[in-house]
Structures are given as structure tokens and as C-alpha cells.
């Protein structure tokens, strides 16, 4: 059996772990990463670099490889190949399960300001702060770019280019962070408002408590949509589960 992880997150390296310990007689499991950052943490197994030329070329790729199970384990921002996955796995017929951990709520005391874009968290910081802590990534800078008279931290894993925000300070950084460290960085750099997108997960949680401990506002850009009809899971445990009973194909399966 040969399966696909479109993966690039803590999930999908980890189902890839779950996989070669598991170690299934005839299991080939190929590890899929877009290739935007420089030194990605490369999980078990095949892995391959680079995008597949949008459904049709992903459909093609399903063919000729012969995938018997597709698992979309993507980073729930990553709109555009949840929506190439859900076709080209409809166009192939391959079986598809979305893994995606789930997205923040807020709790008491927290000021979160929810919008639907990085464009409308750009359009409400200028009422909400003056430091803006830009949780976002190096992707999309350019909806702040015009904000000439806010100072922001932008921190990613890999340096942004423009065009971004004229008064920037980039901190170069990669998650699990914790608390302590991210109540320093807040207190450190004066910060008055944060900005993140709803990743999920714990790597990149303590900020929003470090937010809430100092009053800070958050601006929260809510994830797009799961494309209609496929299966979602929260935990790479869910996903072996579902390829051992759920997939016939799979050895074993009945």
C-alpha cells in the first residue's frame, strides 16, 4: 500500500513516525513538503520537495505512483491544496482524510479581535496598538506594508522579503515556545497588540496567555474551511486508525 502525506506540520511528521514503527509488511508511505522553508524537519520515510502543478498535476501524480490513501496533514492555512487535494482525490479516486489539530478558543479574559483575513487585521490594528507582535509568518507581509506608523516584531522561521512593514524587527525562531519566554518578549519589546492566524495547536499557544496575563489584545485571523465532503481527524493516532480500517486496500483491513 502506498500512502501520500501532504504534510510540513507537527501532525503530519508525526502520523509519518506512527507509520514506520508501526511497520507494516508492503507500506510505502511518501512524505509530501512544499519546500517554503529552508531546513524543514524531514519526518521518516520518502520525501518529496515541492508543489505537484495544482489538481490536475496532483491527480496525475496519485496515478502514476499508485497511492492507495491520500491524508491531507497540511497546515490548516494552507487553503489552496486542501481544495487541490479534495479534486484530484475525487478525480483519481483515492481515498482522503483530512488531519488537522484543532483551532484555539478563547477563554476568560482574553481580548480577541476575529477576522477573516490578513488584510482585515491590518485594517483594525491602527485602533487596537502601536507594537504589533506579527505572529503571521513571512507569508502575506505585504497586508502591512502600508502601515507606516506602527513598529512590528515579525518572528518566522525563515527571513520575509518585501514587501513588508517599514518599521520591522525580525526575529528568526521556530516553535515550541514557552511561556516565560514569550512573557519576556512581550514585556521586552513593548508590544501593545498581537496578530496570529488560528494555527491550533500548543507550539505557538503561549503567546495568547502571555497576551491575556498583560492585557494585550489579539487580533485572531480565523482558518478557512475544510473543502466540503472530506473527512477531518485532530490527531495522527485518528489517521493510523483510519488507514488500518477505513482504507480496504490496506493490509490486513477487512
Same mark, same amino acid.
Given at each position: 500500500?502506498h !500512502?501520500? %502525506?501532504?504534510?510540513?506540520t507537527?501532525e503530519?511528521?508525526?502520523?509519518?513516525e506512527?507509520l514506520?514503527a508501526d511497520?507494516?509488511p508492503g507500506?510505502?508511505v511518501?512524505?509530501s513538503?512544499a519546500g517554503?522553508?529552508? +531546513?524543514p524537519?524531514?519526518?521518516?520515510g520518502e &520525501?518529496?520537495v515541492g508543489?505537484f502543478?495544482?489538481?490536475?498535476g496532483?491527480?496525475? *501524480?496519485l496515478?502514476?505512483?499508485? !497511492?492507495?490513501?491520500?491524508i491531507?496533514a497540511?497546515?490548516?492555512?494552507?487553503g489552496? %491544496?486542501s =481544495?487541490?487535494?479534495a479534486?484530484?482525490?475525487?478525480t483519481?479516486?483515492v481515498?482522503l @482524510?483530512?488531519l488537522?489539530?484543532?483551532?484555539?478558543v478563547?477563554?476568560a479574559?482574553d481580548?480577541?479581535?476575529e477576522v477573516?483575513?490578513?488584510?482585515?487585521?491590518?485594517?483594525? @490594528?491602527?485602533?487596537?496598538?502601536? $507594537?504589533?507582535?506579527?505572529?503571521?509568518g $513571512?507569508?502575506?507581509?505585504?497586508? =502591512?506594508?502600508d502601515l507606516a506608523? @506602527? *513598529?512590528?516584531l515579525?518572528?518566522?522561521v525563515?527571513?520575509?522579503?518585501? #514587501?513588508? #512593514?517599514?518599521?520591522?524587527e525580525v526575529?528568526?525562531d521556530?516553535?515550541?515556545?514557552t511561556?516565560?519566554?514569550?512573557r519576556?518578549?512581550?514585556?521586552?519589546?513593548r /508590544?501593545d497588540?498581537? /496578530?496570529?492566524k488560528d494555527?491550533?495547536g +500548543?507550539?505557538?499557544? #503561549?503567546?495568547?496567555?502571555a497576551?491575556r496575563e498583560?492585557g494585550? #489584545?489579539?487580533?485572531v /485571523?480565523?482558518?478557512?474551511? &475544510?473543502p466540503?465532503? !472530506?473527512r /477531518?481527524?485532530?490527531?495522527p493516532?485518528?489517521? @493510523?486508525?483510519?488507514?488500518v480500517?477505513?482504507?480496504?486496500s =490496506?493490509p490486513?483491513a477487512g
Open positions: 500500500m !500512502v501520500l %502525506i501532504l504534510g510540513g507537527t503530519a511528521r508525526r502520523l509519518a506512527l514506520a511497520a507494516v507500506l510505502r511518501t512524505n513538503l517554503r522553508v529552508t +531546513a524537519r524531514l519526518p521518516p &520525501v518529496r508543489g502543478g495544482g489538481a490536475d496532483l491527480a496525475s *501524480w496515478r502514476e505512483h499508485e !497511492v492507495d490513501a491520500l491531507d497540511t497546515h490548516p492555512f494552507a489552496t %491544496i =481544495f487541490n487535494a479534486r484530484a482525490a475525487a483519481a479516486h481515498p @482524510l483530512a488537522r489539530r484543532p483551532g484555539w478563547p477563554v479574559g481580548d480577541w479581535h477573516d483575513s490578513l488584510e482585515e487585521a491590518a485594517r483594525s @490594528l491602527p485602533g487596537l496598538g502601536r $507594537r504589533v507582535f506579527l505572529t503571521t $513571512r507569508m502575506g507581509l505585504a497586508a =502591512f506594508a506608523d @506602527l *513598529w512590528f515579525v518572528r518566522s525563515d527571513a520575509p522579503e518585501p #514587501p513588508h #512593514p517599514p518599521r520591522m526575529l528568526l521556530r516553535g515550541p515556545f511561556l516565560d519566554g514569550e519576556e518578549l512581550l514585556r521586552r519589546h /508590544v497588540v498581537v /496578530v496570529t494555527s491550533g +500548543a507550539a505557538t499557544a #503561549p503567546k495568547l496567555r497576551a498583560a494585550v #489584545p489579539v487580533v /485571523v480565523r482558518r478557512p474551511p &475544510v466540503g465532503g !472530506v /477531518v481527524v485532530a490527531e493516532q485518528q489517521a @493510523l486508525h483510519w488507514l480500517t477505513g482504507t480496504p =490496506f490486513g
